[in-house]
């Protein structure tokens, strides 16, 4: 019962994750890709984390945070370079 | 325990399923950004937090706080750094759009000083 | 004196961290004391800005009144976020409105725009001097008084308290 | 307009042929005899909790001096090729905003004790030398393009990389004289299993790797940034 709640829960985090990756397809223009692509990061942030409880393997945990850490750097580095800051 | 952490978790996966459709519906980029950032710092806060009440003897709470705190601080900085870099790069808003101050004051500014380089401090 | 303060601040939080990161054990919490102070002496030649913290038992209480405000802002905005996802009509007005800060400390401010971004149908743009401009989804207040009022006075009240 | 669906199909094809390797995969029952060996020994001989680790730090410790000396060549020539040309006119450059500038002063010191937690744990947990290192140097990627201000200084940096590889060769000397061969953990106490100070060396090799990878890429990024591309 739990874990089918949990389970539906992953689903409609796999939901969410098509639908951004249709935004990211259909763009328009690369802002609104990396916007989709920003969404992403997190949804799978969150499904890293769903990942880690499922397999029962706590370290896995580590790799959301490096994970959240290396997508912010990734994000800050296109929204730098569409201003023209780079 | 267990069946509120599944419920917090459900909830959660339900903002981040409306903030990835915010990001599909609305009409340009800053609506968009607006219903992406807040659903899914939410979303993932309870997503995480509720598998955390589920599985607490293998997720330890203490990590999964660091990443909930790293994702309320580093989400909206990555929002606002993008809606400024939309604004700078010209991508128009949508004709629902009523005001537009920030290309007003833009404008005058450039009227005022012609060629000097805006120096923006904090 | 801002140095000390936030070198002390950042050595705490620091090691906050690291406790939390870690296993409970002795020799962590050692590796973490040396690690912390190795992390605040190489960060010593950047802006100190945790130096601009009050440590007044008034601020701190106001802290935990901002967490908690905080909180309900992000609970309504997601529910406004839904309301107006789920909506066929779409009920949107947007716009870029401007408000003005009296906030001076920096990482005061950047709260506050974090904030702004995370509450009901706003979201901080851009920055210039003591003006914020942000895109607001259903703008309610045209002029910079009535935005300022409904968009930033909530946090500001306690960020100010807190960091000055 | 034909140039998309030409891509659309050629991702399409693409997908089809890697399509077998995900339907028809069957997981593996039984290990080699070379993983069964380490999967069995490695554990008691090293006392480590990552075998992962074990094997990169001491089992093919011999193997990631070359990773590292082959980074160290890259970094290198980066630096090199960056050097040599002279200053060109510099394109106006939009800077970065406040909001962004002060949140990274306030995260900077958050990714480097991270960075710093990732190589002393890769006995431990995933991640290690490279990764913690690499953790580091996005840290620093995120303060130039936040456009603060980050003195690095170019002989602190070479000296940290030269001293990191400098120990990382004598402790493996020192595993030939005081243990099994090149670079055996063993020359440290293997300690009690599972807890920091454990596996030997291996946390200390993992250090030094870190600091090591942590250097050579900063010091690409630096020259990257000062060449202004």
Do not use: C
Not at chain 2, 67 to 84: D, E, Q, Y
């Amino acid at each position: 019962m739990v874990n089918t709640l949990y389970t539906i829960a992953a689903m409609i985090g796999l939901a969410a994750l098509l639908l951004a990756f249709v935004r990211m397809i259909i763009g328009p223009g690369a802002a609104n890709r990396v916007v989709a692509l920003d969404v992403m990061t997190i949804v799978s942030i969150s499904l890293i984390v769903f990942l880690s409880a499922h397999f029962g393997r706590g370290i896995y945990l580590d790799i959301a945070l490096v994970y959240s850490l290396i997508a912010f750097v990734g994000v800050v580095a296109m929204a730098r370079y569409l201003e023209r800051g780079l | 325990m267990e069946l509120a952490g599944a419920i917090v978790t459900l909830l959660g996966s339900l903002f981040l399923f409306l903030g990835a459709l915010g990001l599909f519906r609305m009409p340009d980029i800053y609506n968009r950004m607006q219903a992406g950032t807040k659903a899914t710092t939410m979303g993932t806060l309870l997503f995480i937090a509720g598998l955390a009440m589920g599985f607490h003897e293998t997720i330890g709470a203490s990590k999964v706080i660091i990443i909930i705190l790293f994702v309320i601080f580093t989400n909206p900085l990555s929002s606002h750094a993008l809606a400024r870099a939309a604004h700078k790069a010209g991508i128009p808003l949508a004709k629902e759009t009523v005001k537009d101050d920030l290309a007003a004051d833009e404008e005058n500014e450039e009227g005022a000083m012609k060629g000097t380089q805006e120096g923006e401090e904090l | 004196m801002k140095k000390v303060k936030h070198a002390i601040l950042s050595f705490l939080g620091l090691m906050l961290i690291w406790v939390m990161l870690t296993p409970r054990d002795m020799q962590e919490i050692v590796a973490g004391l040396i690690v912390s102070a190795l992390v605040v002496l190489l960060t010593l030649g950047m802006e100190p800005v945790l130096g601009d913290v009050r440590l007044t038992p008034k601020s701190l209480w106001y802290g935990v009144l901002y967490v908690l405000v905080f909180l309900r802002e992000l609970l309504v905005s997601n529910l406004d976020v839904a309301r107006r996802v789920i909506d066929p009509k779409l009920p949107i007005k947007p716009g870029i409105v401007k408000v003005r800060t009296k906030l001076q400390s920096r990482i005061g401010r950047t709260l506050l725009a974090n904030s702004i971004t995370l509450t009901p149908g706003t979201l901080t743009a851009e920055i210039r001097g003591d003006y914020l401009y942000i895109h607001w989804i259903e703008i309610r207040h045209e002029d910079l008084e009535g935005a300022t009022r409904d968009i930033v006075q909530k946090f500001e009240k306690y960020l100010e308290v807190i960091f000055g | 307009m034909i140039k998309k669906y030409a891509v659309l199909l050629l991702l399409g094809a693409f997908a089809l042929m890697l399509l077998p390797f995900v339907t028809e995969v069957t997981p593996f029952e039984e290990l080699s005899p070379v993983a069964q060996k380490y999967v069995k020994d490695g554990p008691d001989e090293l006392g480590s909790a990552n075998l992962v680790s074990s094997v990169i730090v001491t089992y093919r410790g011999l193997d990631t001096l070359g990773e590292v000396a082959v980074l160290f060549i890259a970094a290198a020539g980066v630096g090199f090729m960056l050097r040599r040309r002279g200053d060109a006119k510099k394109p106006v450059k939009r800077e970065a905003s406040g909001i962004l500038r002060s949140g990274t002063v306030f995260l900077f010191p958050l990714v480097l004790l991270y960075g710093i937690y990732i190589f002393l744990h890769g006995h431990l947990t995933p991640g290690g030398g490279f990764q913690g290192g690499v953790v580091i140097a996005s840290g620093i990627v995120l303060l130039l393009l936040a456009g603060v201000s980050a003195k690095i200084s170019g002989t602190v940096l070479h000296w940290i990389e030269s001293l990191s590889g400098a120990v990382y060769v004598a402790l493996g000397v020192l595993g030939i004289v005081l243990a099994a061969g090149f670079l055996d953990n063993r020359i440290l106490p293997a300690g009690e299993f599972g807890r920091l100070l454990s596996a030997g060396a291996i946390p200390l090799i993992y250090s030094l790797i870190g600091l090591k990878v942590g250097a050579e890429l900063v010091g690409i990024i630096d020259a990257m940034q000062k060449d202004e591309l």
